[in-house]
């Protein structure tokens, strides 16, 4: 008890309180490896904000120990219970001038540096390459305007990790099917749109967050330092599957992309399909059941049982895959119900969308008088 009576004595001499204080920040710096601040920065664009974080934060941790110290100060040392009587006075010019031109020079302070960043952040000129993005629900195109490479990158998560049925991976709702690929050291212009409602392209590690609004090009960039894998989400809420919308930025060294990029060209000459190539009834159902796993399950379920909290009819014995085929073509590419199904006469080729629907038209137990689109069926559609 003596021990304990003694330790409050000495909590109360401000050479005590001083020296505690300066011991907890001097701890600061190993917070930024803790799990809930910034991701480790690999642009220079998010290091420039890391540091302003930083900087702006201490200049208020600064203002706070003054203002409150000063406070509290004030309201223990000059208490009436000691004796202190308040002083009567009012309007002190030269007291009004230093409050107001200390904050002005504090603003000013603060406001350099983070108008030097945002300047940064939006310088978009003389890039390296350019990648158009889009946003979809619930998936990101990226096109590669210099290469001709285009792509769609899916969720990868398995569907029984989602509904709890295995156990959670590491990389849980944030692994895709095919990442953007990009090399190090290089300065990407990435431009960002959307194709239905609004999202947003946001990877932590770049420092990089921009809105993909439909209608609109918006720009901006990063330059990675060294080869890795990044992972953000769209940060809009954009939908019931906003949150099943991962990206993955795959950084490469300049000559493990350049071989990736001849890969890519090489296997998108050969997926190149003819339109007027006459297909089997077959050959179009495997393709489909490809094509359907990767499009439509997400909504109508593998098994084609729909999903009615989504407004995804099911698919078994549904009236439009049974009736006219032109019309359920109609309907995948232009999509119906005020965009409950989307349109996908951009997403899909002439080819997977004859396959997708050859797929519906034959599987669970479906047995449609006309079960057999051909690709240029749909080439005509479009017209």
């Not at 203002?67 to 219970?81: A, D, P």
């Not at 590491?170 to 290089?186: F, G, K, M, R, S």
């Not at 009736?323 to 232009?334: A, C, F, T």
């Given at each position: 008890?003596?021990?304990?009576?003694?330790?409050?004595r000495?909590?109360?001499r401000?050479?005590?309180?001083?020296?505690?204080?300066?011991?907890?920040?001097?701890?600061?710096?190993?917070?930024?490896?803790?799990?809930?601040?910034?991701?480790?920065?690999?642009?220079?664009?998010?290091?420039?904000?890391?540091?302003?974080?930083?900087?702006?934060?201490?200049?208020?941790?600064?203002?706070?120990?003054?203002?409150?110290?000063?406070?509290?100060?004030s309201?223990f040392?000059h208490?009436?219970?000691?004796?202190?009587?308040?002083?009567?006075?009012?309007?002190?010019?030269?007291?009004?001038?230093?409050?107001?031109?200390?904050p002005?020079?504090?603003l000013?302070?603060?406001?350099?540096?983070?108008?030097?960043?945002?300047?940064s952040?939006?310088?978009?000129?003389?890039?390296?390459?350019?990648?158009k993005?889009?946003?979809?629900?619930?998936?990101?195109?990226y096109?590669?305007?210099?290469?001709?490479?285009?792509?769609?990158s899916?969720?990868?998560?398995?569907?029984?990790?989602?509904e709890?049925r295995?156990q959670?991976?590491?990389?849980?709702?944030?692994?895709?099917?095919?990442?953007?690929?990009?090399?190090?050291?290089?300065?990407?212009?990435?431009?960002?749109?959307?194709?239905?409602?609004?999202?947003?392209?946001?990877?932590?590690?770049?420092?990089?967050?921009?809105?993909?609004?439909?209608?609109?090009?918006?720009?901006?960039?990063f330059?990675?330092d060294?080869?890795g894998?990044?992972?953000?989400?769209?940060?809009?809420?954009c939908g019931?599957?906003?949150?099943?919308m991962?990206?993955?930025?795959?950084?490469?060294?300049?000559?493990?992309?350049?071989?990736?990029?001849?890969?890519?060209?090489?296997?998108?000459?050969?997926?190149?399909?003819?339109?007027?190539?006459?297909?089997?009834?077959?050959?179009?159902?495997?393709?489909?059941?490809?094509v359907?796993?990767a499009?439509?399950?997400?909504?109508h379920?593998?098994?084609?049982?729909?999903?009615?909290?989504?407004?995804?009819?099911?698919?078994?014995n549904?009236?439009?895959v049974?009736?006219?085929?032109?019309?359920?073509?109609?309907?995948?590419?232009?999509?119906?119900?005020?965009?409950?199904?989307?349109?996908?006469?951009?997403?899909?080729?002439?080819?997977?969308?004859?396959?997708?629907?050859?797929?519906?038209?034959?599987?669970?137990?479906?047995?449609a008088?006309?079960?057999?689109?051909?690709?240029?069926?749909?080439?005509?559609?479009?017209?």
């Amino acid at each position: 008890m003596v021990r304990i009576r003694s330790g409050l004595r000495s909590l109360r001499r401000p050479s005590t309180l001083i020296a505690a204080g300066l011991a907890a920040l001097a701890t600061m710096p190993a917070w930024a490896d803790s799990s809930w601040y910034f991701q480790t920065p690999v642009t220079e664009t998010a290091r420039d904000i890391e540091r302003l974080h930083d900087f702006i934060f201490w200049i208020c941790v600064v203002i706070f120990v003054g203002v409150f110290g000063t406070m509290f100060y004030s309201l223990f040392k000059h208490r009436k219970s000691v004796g202190h009587q308040a002083a009567q006075f009012h309007e002190n010019t030269m007291v009004e001038v230093v409050w107001t031109i200390i904050p002005f020079l504090i603003l000013l302070f603060m406001a350099y540096p983070a108008t030097r960043t945002i300047l940064s952040m939006h310088d978009t000129s003389a890039p390296d390459m350019t990648i158009k993005v889009t946003g979809y629900q619930w998936k990101w195109n990226y096109d590669y305007l210099d290469d001709g490479i285009s792509f769609y990158s899916n969720l990868a998560t398995p569907l029984a990790q989602i509904e709890g049925r295995e156990q959670k991976g590491e990389h849980y709702l944030l692994e895709v099917d095919q990442p953007l690929v990009v090399p190090a050291d290089t300065k990407i212009r990435v431009l960002v749109t959307a194709g239905d409602v609004i999202h947003a392209w946001w990877v932590p590690a770049f420092g990089l967050k921009q809105d993909a609004i439909p209608g609109f090009v918006r720009d901006t960039w990063f330059r990675a330092d060294k080869p890795g894998i990044y992972r953000g989400q769209c940060a809009e809420l954009c939908g019931k599957e906003h949150g099943f919308m991962p990206i993955v930025v795959e950084v490469k060294s300049k000559a493990d992309y350049a071989t990736w990029r001849d890969d890519q060209k090489k296997k998108l000459a050969a997926a190149a399909d003819d339109p007027n190539k006459v297909w089997t009834a077959e050959a179009l159902a495997a393709r489909g059941h490809t094509v359907f796993d990767a499009n439509c399950a997400a909504c109508h379920q593998a098994g084609g049982t729909g999903n009615p909290a989504m407004g995804a009819p099911a698919l078994v014995n549904d009236k439009v895959v049974l009736g006219p085929k032109e019309h359920q073509i109609d309907v995948v590419l232009n999509g119906q119900n005020n965009g409950k199904m989307p349109p996908w006469k951009d997403a899909l080729s002439d080819t997977d969308v004859a396959a997708a629907i050859t797929y519906t038209r034959n599987s669970w137990g479906n047995k449609a008088e006309q079960n057999v689109v051909q690709p240029s069926e749909v080439k005509a559609a479009r017209k």
